[in-house]
Nanobody
């Protein structure tokens, strides 16, 4: 079992930056998959970025070049650096971990064993 707690969300103007954190209750250095997902009102939850234990990352086209995922194994924390934010980035952002069926299903089908409670990001124009 692992608990995930997100933080760092908030309100920002378009063009601004935020850094989200996801603190895990245990070591994440052997976790096969971790990632960030988001859900806007009235829309399905979608993958933002995922990272596998070998360092392979998968980014949504809409965030490539603007968002960066990073892991700090010493702090058991996953980060999402978000730059050049746009109003369409407004959503609840969730951290997830462990992929019982592999990275593809984790990212595209949201098949994760553990989810955080989410942190709200609001970008105004």
């Amino acid at each position: 079992q692992v608990q995930l707690v997100e933080s760092g969300g908030g309100s920002v103007q378009a063009g601004g930056s935020l850094r989200l954190s996801c603190a895990a209750s245990r070591s994440i250095d052997t976790t096969i998959c971790m990632g960030w997902f988001r859900q806007a009102p009235g829309k399905e939850r979608e993958g933002v970025v995922a990272i596998a234990s070998d360092g392979v990352t998968t980014y949504a086209d809409s965030v490539k070049g603007r968002f960066t995922i990073a892991m700090d194994n010493a702090k058991n924390t996953l980060y999402l650096q978000m730059n050049s934010l746009k109003p369409e980035d407004t959503a609840m952002y969730y951290c997830a971990a462990d992929c019982p069926k592999g990275l593809w299903f984790f990212y595209n089908r949201r098949l994760a064993n553990y989810w955080g409670q989410g942190t709200q990001v609001t970008v105004s124009s």
